[in-house]
Nanobody, 112 residues
Framework: QVQLVESGGGLVQPGGSLRLSCAVS????????MDWYRQTPGKERELIAT????????NYAHSVKGRFTVSRDNDKNTVYLDMNNLKSEDTAVYYC?????WGQGTRVTVSS
């Protein structure tokens, strides 16, 4: 059974940084495509970052490109989202996803 568990969210000031983690069980992150999404109230979930299998490449939404970095630790079977220079508009619930499998989300609030 595939399970994804996000962690690392919290309250951070504008300009600050956070690292989100997505601990995965039931599949190997090294050989699978993983996505990060975020959602704010009243809006659809937005795809913000994709990490392809075997580190072939990454893709980012324009809104986060240059500030967010997605990576994986194969030994820990965990995917990360490093978020820098955070802005108030980054406030959202962040989810990791592998096709039909979603985590429960972790909330990020950017506020002074």
């Amino acid at each position: 059974q595939v399970q994804l568990v996000e962690s690392g969210g919290g309250l951070v000031q504008p300009g600050g940084s956070l690292r989100l983690s997505c601990a995965v069980s039931g599949l190997a992150v090294s050989s699978n495509l993983m996505d990060w999404y975020r959602q704010t109230p009243g809006k659809e979930r937005e795809l913000i970052a994709t990490l392809t299998s075997y580190n072939i490449g990454t893709n980012y939404a324009h809104s986060v490109k240059g500030r967010f970095t997605v990576s994986r630790d194969n030994d820990k079977n965990t995917v990360y989202l490093d978020m820098n220079n955070l802005k108030s508009e980054d406030t959202a619930v962040y989810y990791c996803r592998h096709f039909s499998y979603w985590g429960q989300g972790t909330r990020v609030t950017v506020s002074s």
